[in-house]
């Protein structure tokens, strides 16, 4: 995955008190393609930084009323701040400044008159580390946020299938019998207590099914295989579509690989009942000393992978960061009338 920032959307405040400095530094970042807005003084810099989003500020030392250590010191006390890279660019070059600065929390310190090729470069630098940190940030977030919603299918499915469920069960066997003993008199409702014995047993069905959607008991209890054996048999059972299945007979995964697994199965196989019209679907499972490995393989039509298709390219990106947050690495290979297979390789 690429994750260089594009430059053409790096938005980059100046500060200076110096307007030919400002301008030189402007017309420099602008020509290549930065977004650059500039601030005469520390004051004016933290309002426009409060007031909207920056990538990275360049920023001078010697100002009135407030000088660049004050400005530096506020962003690394400002949890909205503290992140965006500062790059100091000042006429003080001691080492006792520039060592205080990337104490302070700067990212970097160039002297004037500064070298554009440097100064880009180091921009550059800064971008790409600040896009990996928020990138790392937003995995944390969909981690944590898997994490609770997996935590919240359990419980809900737990609770299906431990009250509602056998109360159907148990609705549906008292109205049978009831049903069997008016039929025996000829009452005239026995009909209708038949019919409602029926409705029982196709919600309490429907309700399995919604469990299994949630939370496979199997994948709690049994473990990976057992549960996507199950899975599959619903999939011939419902949709015809028969899923061949090569895995080994393994001691338990770790329940987060596990779940990620079968979550990263489950919306293939989806995919290809939405889309793909495939005639055989093989998956394949296998356990080594320090990995775990993937493949989902389908004979149907396959598609373009760098044509835009909203429904299964949020599917793959799902996949792919459950992956990822395992610090596994993710395939897909696919082409039209090709098919499409999808690796994964997780360590153990």
């Known amino acids: 995955m690429n994750h260089e920032p594009d430059a053409g959307k790096g938005r980059v405040l100046v500060v200076d008190d110096e307007m030919l400095n400002r301008i030189l530094l402007s017309t420099s970042l602008q020509e290549s393609g930065y977004t650059v807005e500039t601030a005469d003084d520390g004051h004016q810099a933290l309002q426009m930084l409060h007031a909207q989003p920056f990538d990275a500020v360049l ?17 690394k006390q400002d949890t909205a701040l503290r992140r965006t890279p500062v790059i100091v660019i000042s006429s003080m070059d001691d080492m006792d400044s520039i060592v205080r600065c990337i104490e ?3 990212t970097d ?36 946020a898997t994490a609770v919603q997996e935590d919240e299918r359990q419980r809900i499915a737990r609770e299906l299938h431990d009250g509602l469920v056998p109360a159907l069960a148990g609705l549906s066997i ?3 019998t009831a049903g069997k003993r008016l039929e025996r008199e000829g009452h005239p409702v026995a009909e209708e207590i038949r019919e409602l014995s029926e409705q029982a047993q196709s919600s309490s069905q429907d309700i399995r099914r919604l469990i299994h959607d949630l939370r496979p008991v ?14 599959f048999a619903r999939c011939e059972r419902e949709h015809g579509l028969a899923v061949d299945l090569v895995a080994n007979e393994v001691e338990r995964l770790p329940a987060v690989v596990e779940t990620a697994l079968f979550r ?23 356990r080594k000393a320090d990995r775990v490995e993937l493949r989902v393989v389908d004979d149907g039509q396959g598609f373009d992978i760098q044509v835009p298709r909203s429904g ?32 994964v390789l997780i360590p153990l």
């Not at 004037?112 to 440097?118: E, G, Q, R, T, Y």
């Not at 390219?313 to 960061?321: A, N, P, T």
Request: no cysteine; proline share 4%.
């Open 174 to 176: 008292r109205l049978h």
């Open 59 to 75: 920023l001078d030392l010697i100002m009135p009323r407030m000088d660049g250590f004050q400005v530096l010191a506020a962003m």
């Open 104 to 106: 302070m929390g700067a």
């Open 109 to 144: 310190y160039l002297a004037k008159p500064f070298n554009p090729a440097l100064l880009h470069a180091r921009i550059r630098g800064s971008l790409a580390s600040l896009h990996e940190e928020r990138m790392a940030l937003l995995r944390e977030q969909f981690a944590q």
């Open 264 to 286: 990263i199965v489950q919306e293939a196989v989806n995919n290809v009942l939405r889309h793909a019209h495939a005639q055989k679907v093989s998956v394949t499972l296998g």
């Open 312 to 343: 299964r390219h949020v599917g793959l990106w799902s996949m792919r960061e459950r992956v990822e947050q395992l610090g596994g690495q993710f395939e897909v290979r696919s082409a039209p009338g090709a098919g499409t297979a999808v690796t």
């Open 218 to 231: 199997a994948l709690d209890e049994l473990g990976l295989v057992p549960a996507l054996r199950q899975h």
